[in-house]
């Protein structure tokens, strides 16, 4: 057993358990990735076009300061929200060993 409490509180842990989506406007990407990436709670960092998906460590709190931080660097944020969760992104997080820092960047698929 890896994990055990009532349904609300596991719901809430599953809904934590999956990346902010984070979507950036007018080519600030790169901008808002060396904050991210000074940030304590964001565990990795996957950026598809202006689209940055963090795992985010935080409680709801720590999400509302993270957008006024990125508001506050002049950065445009388009929209800021929390992925729904999973049983198998929350066992995966439970489980898995500490990840370093990352980031990832992926090119757009139709310019291959």
């Known amino acids: 057993m890896v994990l055990s409490g009532n349904i609300s509180d596991i719901l809430t842990q599953v809904n934590v358990s999956n990346p902010l989506m984070i979507s950036i406007y007018g080519g600030c990407t790169d901008k808002a ?3 991210l ?3 304590p709670y964001a565990k990795t960092i996957t950026i598809k ?3 940055i998906a963090v795992r ?3 409680d709801d709190e720590d999400e509302a300061v993270l957008l006024q931080q990125l508001v506050d660097a002049d950065i445009p944020v ?4 929390r992925e729904r969760g999973s049983l198998e992104s929350l066992f995966m997080e439970i489980t898995g ?7 990832m ?3 757009n698929e139709s310019d291959l």
Request: glycine share 12%; proline share 0%; aromatic share 12%.
């Open 97 to 103: 060993e500490e990840e370093e820092r990352t980031v």
């Open 56 to 58: 985010f460590s935080g």
């Open 49 to 51: 076009g202006g689209d």
């Open 78 to 81: 388009r929209s800021f929200c």
């Open 33 to 35: 990735v060396t904050l």
């Open 37 to 39: 990436k000074s940030h």
């Open 105 to 107: 960047r992926f090119e």
